[in-house]
C-alpha cells in the first residue's frame, strides 16, 4: 500500500515553455501532497504544501507564479513548471500524506532538464 | 532552529558489518522521526520511523535509537548488506513539515 506515482519519470524542455509534472496516489487518498526539489548528491528542499481544494503554500523563496501547484483531487496533484530556464532543471519529487498522520509517501521523482 | 544535522556525510562497511548514521536537532517541536533509504534516481522510501516517547525502534535489520535529552538519534543497520548502499535521509517533522538532514552515502563493499 502507500503507493505514489510520477509521470513523466523525465523530460527534456525547451527553455521559455512549460513543463506540468503530475503526482498521484494509487491506493490511498491523500488529503496534502507536498512538492520537493533535490539537485545531485544534495537533500530534498521542500517547496510547496497543497490541500486538496485550496491553494498551495509556498516556501519562503519558491516562486509561485513559476511554479504553479494544483491539487485538484484527493489522489492528484500538479507541479506546473512556467517559462522554464536551465536553472530550474532539477530533480522533482511529490510525496502525500494521509489525515494528520506524519508519514508521507514519496513518488519516483521526475527529471527535469531544461536545454 | 530548523535544521537537522546529519553525520558521516559518507560511510564506506564491510559486508556483514553495522553501519551507523547519526542525526541531531534543535526544535524541540519536533514529534517525528523517519528515515529514508534512497537509490540513485528514485523518490526516497520511507524505512522506519521513532516518535520521541520511545528510546528504540528495531524493525528487521534497521533499529533507530533515539535520546530526547541529547537531542539526537541515530539508524544502526546490521549485517549491511551491499543492497544496501544507497544515500539515507534522517529527518524531523513537526506540524505539516518534514525537515531533511543532508544525507549519508553509504556503500558496503563485498
Known amino acids: 500500500g502507500a503507493v505514489v506515482s510520477q509521470h513523466p519519470s523525465w523530460v527534456i524542455c525547451k527553455s521559455g515553455t512549460s513543463v506540468k509534472i503530475e503526482c498521484r496516489s494509487l491506493d490511498f487518498q491523500a488529503t496534502t501532497m507536498f512538492w520537493y526539489r533535490q539537485f545531485p548528491k544534495q537533500s530534498l528542499m521542500l517547496m510547496a504544501t497543497?490541500?486538496?481544494?485550496?491553494?498551495?503554500?509556498?516556501e519562503q523563496g519558491v516562486e509561485k507564479d513559476k511554479f504553479l501547484i494544483n491539487h485538484a483531487s484527493l489522489t492528484l496533484s500538479t507541479l506546473t513548471v512556467t517559462s522554464a530556464h536551465p536553472e530550474d532543471s532539477s530533480f522533482y519529487i511529490c510525496?502525500?500524506?494521509?489525515?494528520?498522520?506524519?508519514?508521507?509517501?514519496f513518488g519516483p521523482g521526475t527529471r527535469l532538464t531544461v536545454t | 532552529q530548523q535544521q537537522v544535522k546529519q553525520s558521516p556525510q559518507s560511510l564506506i562497511v564491510q559486508k556483514g558489518g553495522i553501519s551507523i548514521i547519526n542525526c541531531a536537532y534543535e526544535?524541540?517541536?519536533?514529534?517525528?522521526f523517519p528515515w529514508y533509504q534512497q537509490f540513485p534516481g528514485k523518490g526516497p522510501a520511507l524505512l522506519i520511523a521513532?516518535?520521541?516517547?520511545?528510546s528504540e525502534k528495531k524493525e528487521g535489520r534497521f533499529t533507530i535509537s533515539f535520546n530526547k535529552s541529547a537531542k539526537q538519534f541515530s539508524l544502526h543497520i546490521m549485517d549491511s548488506q551491499p543492497g544496501d548502499s544507497a544515500t539515507y535521509f534522517c529527518a524531523a517533522a513537526y506540524g505539516n513539515k518534514l525537515v531533511f538532514g543532508a544525507g549519508t552515502i553509504l556503500r558496503v563493499k563485498s
Open positions: 497543497s490541500n486538496e481544494g485550496s491553494k498551495a503554500t509556498y
Open positions: 510525496s502525500a500524506r494521509v489525515g494528520a498522520r506524519h508519514e508521507q509517501y
Open positions: 526544535n524541540t517541536a519536533f514529534d517525528y
Open positions: 521513532i516518535r520521541p516517547d520511545v
